[in-house]
């Protein structure tokens, strides 16, 4: 990824990114491009290095951002025409952590707005196709993010993952997907969707790149007080012996190219001297209800502030300030955004409370005690990313219970705030890209990309 030898220019690495980017036009990964700032900055980065003058370790690396992420380039949508147009003042502390080290931001990714969603199919600029074929889902919400990298647009992506945005996705379209322990990246300047499961990652092609982006990004952010003290890079080694198995996630629920990829990998770990160890976890079966319960709540109060006032749209015949709320707020959220919001207020009612969202949280605090013991008998675990590869434009938008239902597998990880990284692992019969996620406990985050690309070895 450096490009200080001067093999190549920063400023023809940008031109190649943002010409790849026309060309694939037609599957909708961006929402807009940053041409006039990336080809600026990658001016000023050749210069630097013309000049013999120290740059970063990602020097006039061309990057894509996911349009959930502020940044004082370009207008941050979210992908809803609630923040049509939103041109922010700050920089994330993402964008700010990658820029000062010379990464150039070509363009912001398509998404679910708000980041509700497992397709790209709620965005209000139309879905993002997937990698290899036209007719199916990019996944989502980070759906741009993840073919962006996919189809070597840029070397790595930004993303977001409150329940699988960034792993579901990865897997969809062959790349590397990482949701780092909670806590480990500021979530300064990105559009909060539900606050105590956000995690900020990335996608990359290795897990090398990863490990490269987590150095430079994980740490402790005065501006958001759930991050953690940097760990990350003084993570002492620790080799893994010992690899979990679900017993539940293997049922005829599965795709049935996905379970035999996790029985080959499974395999292969065994040749390769590690120790599978079957885990019964059956407080897991609860985490879907779980999770949507716990997030429509936070999703509400994150949203509330979007009230046609204080900025994005503004409905055009709202005639009193009663009308200004109501109006915006209807049309621009997208019906995902409405229901997560009625939902949220349901379960946060006086009357619901207790029988909803209380309830909810104490399995929660069960599901984090559950991968606590877990993790007590093995370093990490295998699972599917999710039940099915991509599946086709359409098939699931209309009906919300089943597109929640492709969460089962990723969800319980964000409710325990532990780490999980989707690797590409295989294909389909007809050429779909499969992934498995290997989930760790707090703080294994560095170890864990490691293990991972073990897991690349046969392929
Ligand atoms: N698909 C999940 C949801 O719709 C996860 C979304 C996310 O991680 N942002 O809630």
Redesign the pocket.
């Given at each position: 990824m450096r490009i200080a030898d001067k093999t190549t220019t920063a400023v023809s690495l940008v031109k190649e990114a943002l010409e790849k980017a026309k060309k694939y036009e037609d599957k909708h990964i961006f929402v807009s491009l940053n041409e006039e700032n990336a080809l600026k900055k990658a001016e000023e980065i050749d210069a630097k290095i013309a000049n013999g003058e120290k740059v970063g370790r990602l020097a006039g690396v061309p990057y894509a951002l996911k349009d959930n992420f502020l940044s004082k380039e370009g207008n941050t949508t979210a992908s809803s025409l609630m923040l049509e147009p939103f041109h922010s003042p700050i920089d994330s502390t993402t964008v700010k952590k990658l820029e000062a080290e010379g990464a150039i931001m070509i363009g912001r990714t398509n998404?679910?707005s708000f980041?509700?969603?497992?397709s790209t199919e709620n965005s209000y600029f139309g879905p993002t196709k997937n990698a290899v074929d036209d007719e199916r889902v990019a996944g989502?919400?980070?759906g741009g993010s993840a073919v962006a990298v996919a189809l070597d647009i840029v070397p790595f992506a930004t993303g977001?993952?409150?329940?699988?945005?960034?792993r579901?996705p990865a897997s969809f379209n062959g790349v590397y997907g990482f949701k780092p322990t909670y806590g480990t990246i500021s979530r300064y300047g990105v559009v909060a969707?539900?606050s105590s499961?956000?995690c900020i990652g990335f996608f990359t092609k290795n897990a090398e790149d990863m490990d490269l982006l987590m150095e430079i990004c994980a740490g402790q952010d005065e501006n958001d007080m759930t991050t953690l003290p940097d760990y990350y890079s003084e993570t002492p080694e620790k080799p893994a012996k010992k690899i979990g198995i679900i017993k539940d996630f293997d049922n005829d629920a599965v795709d049935q190219d996905i379970r035999n990829v996790l029985a080959e990998k499974v395999e292969f770990l065994k040749n390769e001297g590690y120790e599978i160890v079957e885990l019964d976890m059956p407080t897991l079966k609860y985490a879907l209800a779980v999770?949507?319960i716990v997030?429509p709540a936070e999703v509400t109060s994150n949203l509330s502030r979007h009230d046609g006032i204080r900025y994005g749209y503004r409905s055009e015949d709202a005639k009193d300030l009663g009308e200004i709320f109501s109006k915006s707020r209807n049309e621009g959220f997208m019906s995902?955004n409405k229901r997560?919001i009625m939902i949220g207020n349901f379960v946060l009612s006086s009357g619901f409370y207790d029988a909803y969202y209380l309830k909810a949280q104490k399995a929660r605090t069960k599901i984090i005690e559950e991968y606590n013991k877990a993790f007590e008998k093995v370093d990490y675990i295998l699972t599917p990313v999710s039940p099915n590869p991509a599946f086709k434009l359409g098939e699931k938008v209309n009906d919300p219970v089943s597109?929640?239902l492709?969460?089962v597998m990723?969800?319980p990880i964000?409710l325990a705030g532990v780490p999980s990284v989707a690797v590409p692992v295989g294909k389909t019969e007809s050429g779909l890209p499969l992934g498995l996620q290997v989930v760790g406990p707090r703080r294994s985050d560095k170890n864990l990309l490691k293990f991972a690309s073990v897991l690349e070895g046969d392929k």
């Open positions: 998404m679910d980041a509700h969603g497992s989502g919400s980070s977001s993952d409150t329940g699988g945005s960034i579901q969707m539900a499961t956000d999770y949507y997030v995902e997560r597109m929640y492709e969460d990723s969800v964000n």
